[in-house]
């Protein structure tokens, strides 16, 4: 009987060792201590054994048993290396140097806004910045927007919820409730109420609007708003100031035309209309972009500058309908898909 189960063991040594998957694994299994197995077989065998020695080669079977676990084990663990090497795929050396993708390219609406601040800069403006997270004074009261504006309403602003706290956001009153900027003009607010005229700032930045999206609408874009402050700034500085700067973004045969319109901080107000015809993919003669005007003393007199001695100009605009003007881009959600085949078109 010990030679059987010697034999045995060593029968089953080369096999658990060459097996490579598991219904093989499984199968081996069942061949030497299923039921119907070897081992099982000669353990029944155990009752035809004298009984005196029953004790010691109930103890060889064991051992045998024990044996045969362990070899099984071996198998299990080789099996199951060998699957997670065939899922990690062929080994990677992390030393070598990464394959070459090519260097990236600049967002179009990073190019047009960089561009327009490189134009603004060399006349003497600097960037300011805001939070996107505003209060309700910076984006509505200080612009002189009454309470019962439109533009104030829960479908056209997005609204915080009331326990939302932003540390770096201070509120004037604790009523007034925390928004997404509806508009870059607050950073006009901010900019005052900070420092001392004459000022020029050219402000870039993301809004947030309850719109639904379409080819010429999105929830969240890019505004790029303009503040100057000075002694005798007058509309004609406006204008030249704008013509001066599409001429320079979008070529010489730009021109700007202004359209009689409402701001509560402005006074008086204009719609921005220009034509760029001789770019491509332009087919309408006049295309709206943006909002202007004189700063209302109204404005000025919140910030605490004196309205009798301080004028200014303050212009906004949407940077994605600037680039699709200059780029021919005809839907603004390619914008925001960020697919390669758009976003490596523009150098
Ligand atoms: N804030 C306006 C808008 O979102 C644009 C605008 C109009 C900005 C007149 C100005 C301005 O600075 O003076 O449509």
Not at 247 to 254: F, P, Q, R, Y
Request: hydrophobic share 35%; proline share 7%; charged share 25%.
């Amino acid at each position: 009987m010990q030679d059987t189960l010697t034999a045995l063991v060593a029968k089953a040594q080369p096999e658990f060792a060459a097996l490579t998957t598991r219904p093989e694994f499984e199968a081996a299994k069942a061949r030497y201590v299923g039921p119907n197995g070897e081992l099982t077989a000669l353990m029944k065998q155990m009752g035809t054994v004298p009984k005196d020695q029953r004790p010691a080669l109930g103890k060889l079977i064991n051992e045998t048993k024990t044996r045969l676990q362990s070899l099984l084990d071996a198998a299990l663990a080789q099996i199951e290396t060998a699957e997670l090497r065939a899922q990690l795929g062929p080994a990677v050396d992390p030393t070598l140097p990464s394959p070459d993708f090519g260097p990236g390219t600049y967002h179009p609406l990073t190019l047009v806004r960089e561009e327009m601040c490189r134009i603004l800069r060399k006349v003497g403006f600097t960037v300011a910045d805001g939070p996107e997270v505003e209060t309700e004074y910076y984006c509505f009261d200080a612009l002189n927007t009454p309470a019962d504006h439109p533009a104030r309403d829960a479908q056209d602003t997005f609204y915080l919820p009331e326990t939302a706290r932003f540390a770096n956001v201070a509120k004037k009153t604790p009523e007034e409730k925390y928004l997404l900027r509806t508009h870059t003009s607050s950073v006009q607010i901010r900019t005052m109420l900070k420092g001392e005229p004459p000022i020029r700032i050219v402000s870039p930045g993301r809004v947030y609007r309850r719109d639904t999206t379409d080819a010429t609408h999105s929830a969240n874009f890019h505004q790029l708003e303009c503040l100057y402050v000075d002694q005798n700034v007058t509309v004609r500085d406006l204008k030249a100031l704008l013509d001066y700067i599409f001429a320079s973004l979008l070529g010489k045969d730009t021109k700007t035309r202004f359209r009689p319109h409402y701001f509560g901080y402005t006074e008086p107000s204009f719609e921005v209309d220009l034509t760029a015809t001789h770019l491509p993919k332009v087919k309408k003669p006049w295309i709206e972009i943006g909002g202007c005007g004189m700063v209302d003393p109204t404005v000025f007199a919140d910030v605490g500058y004196d309205p009798e001695v301080w004028s200014g100009y303050a212009f906004g605009m949407g940077l994605e309908r600037l680039a699709m003007l200059l780029y021919g881009i005809d839907d603004i959600r390619y914008f925001y898909q960020n697919d390669v085949r758009f976003l490596k078109q523009f150098a």
